[in-house]
């Protein structure tokens, strides 16, 4: 699975920003997509995830602000941010979950950029 990940770049506080990830290769593979950021000099943890079967899970730091989709048809998924914090300022990278003969893999974009700053 291949994945490709925009929309990132610098908005002030308190704006809006959407990121978009799509997928290719053996998207029927597929279980969960999702996000995890970078803050800098920080370890890389999860924001949203979205499994098949509909279920979502959020960071608590996301919770409120932030929203996850998937467009199955189009095998992608979006990070809707609103009421953007200084402390949101991270790479972002798209992320799968994918299962294959038994085995699990996990699949990383190359992220992108969002600072907030003003």
């Known amino acids: 699975v291949q994945l490709q990940a925009s929309g990132g770049g610098l908005v002030p506080p308190g704006e809006s920003l959407t990121l978009s990830c799509t997928a290719s290769?053996?998207?029927?593979?597929?279980?969960?997509m999702g996000w995890y950021r970078q803050p800098p000099g920080k370890q890389r943890d999860m924001v949203a995830i979205?499994?098949?079967?509909?279920?979502?899970n959020y960071a608590d730091s996301a919770k409120a602000r932030f929203t996850i989709s998937r467009d199955n048809a189009k095998n992608m998924a979006y990070l809707q941010m609103n009421s953007l914090k200084h402390e949101d300022t991270a790479v972002y990278y798209c992320?799968?979950?994918?299962?294959?003969?038994?085995?699990?893999?996990?699949?990383w974009g190359q992220g992108t950029l969002v600072t907030v700053s003003s």
């Open positions: 290769g053996m998207t029927y593979s597929i279980n969960a």
């Open positions: 992320y799968v979950l994918a299962h294959m003969e038994f085995h699990r893999y996990d699949y």
């Open positions: 979205f499994f098949n079967n509909g279920t979502t």
